[in-house]
């Protein structure tokens, strides 16, 4: 496994390309852990060598996300998402409307539960990616909080 700048650079695109929130690589004495914090990959920990160039990847990442400052909002797990508790009521958010951490933003249906996903973070919902009754995936972006 090579260690250097321009392989971290290739896992992180890895990483962000494919929505993954972590991923990690082991081979003989060597491993690497890349993972994905407020929709960025914002920790890289190898356990055995190049620790500068693991610096250099935290700082790129970290001005990258200064940039974009949009955290994504994710299904925690598979099922149906819904964006109202029941077909006839008001939605618990719209793109525009302003959040509070720990606000009720949608429900996930699995097995016949009804799981509540509340935001980890304040802010404004700027976008959502999926349809009212659509089948999500573990990880998948429901929404973005800007």
Request: aromatic fraction near 6%; glycine fraction near 4%; proline fraction near 4%.
């Amino acid at each position: 496994m090579n260690f250097e700048i321009e392989y971290f650079e290739k896992l992180t695109k890895l990483v962000n390309d494919n929505d993954l929130s972590e991923l990690s690589l082991q081979d003989g004495d060597k491993s690497i852990t890349l993972k994905k914090a407020n929709n960025v990959v914002s920790q890289v920990a190898p356990v055995v060598s190049a620790p500068i160039a693991v610096e250099e990847v935290a700082k790129e990442e970290t001005v990258s996300e200064i940039k974009t400052n949009r955290t994504a909002i994710t299904s925690p797990m598979v099922g149906s998402f819904y964006v109202a508790p029941s077909p006839s009521a008001e939605p618990f958010v719209r793109v525009g409307d302003t959040v509070a951490a720990g606000q009720v933003v949608c429900i996930i249906e699995a097995m016949k539960l009804m799981n509540e996903i509340e935001s980890e973070v304040s802010g404004k919902i700027t976008q959502i990616c999926v349809q009212d009754g659509q089948s999500v995936e573990y990880g998948q972006v429901l929404m973005y909080v800007e």
